[in-house]
Nanobody, 122 residues
Framework: VQLQASGGGLVQAGGSLRLSCAAS????????AGWFRQPPGKEREFVAG????????GYAGSMKDRFLISRDNAHNTVWLQIDSLKPEDTAVYYC????????????????WGHGTLVTVSS
């Protein structure tokens, strides 16, 4: 599985971003997908996950209000919409895929892409 995240950049606090992750090398609809992030100097943390069909999603508790994960299997893409960005959202964001198509929790992912950097200025 190859995963390529994009869409990061420098944004002002209060703004929005939509991160994209393009999958290749597999039948993407066979996999659960997710997003993680790693703030500077901190460990990587789970952000959100989505099952194979997009019909079921899950979020880290602190991110339910401002983050939205979605996918389009026809285009092998998963997105992460982030609204009302805060400086503490500054991180490298990674997309991930997991074999178990209906499992999308923090420990359910097997493949990782290169991240995309999001920097939020105050």
């Amino acid at each position: 599985v190859q995963l390529q995240a994009s869409g990061g950049g420098l944004v002002q606090a209060g703004g929005s971003l939509r991160l994209s992750c393009a999958a290749s090398g597999v039948t993407f609809r066979d996999y659960a997908a997710g997003w993680f992030r790693q703030p500077p100097g901190k460990e990587r943390e789970f952000v959100a996950g989505i099952n194979w069909s997009g019909g079921s999603t899950g979020y880290a508790g602190s991110m339910k209000d401002r983050f939205l994960i979605s996918r389009d299997n026809a285009h092998n893409t998963v997105w992460l919409q982030i609204d009302s960005l805060k400086p503490e959202d500054t991180a490298v964001y990674y997309c991930a895929a997991g074999w178990r198509s209906n499992s999308y929790g923090p420990t359910d992912f097997n493949f990782w892409g290169h991240g995309t950097l999001v920097t939020v200025s105050s």
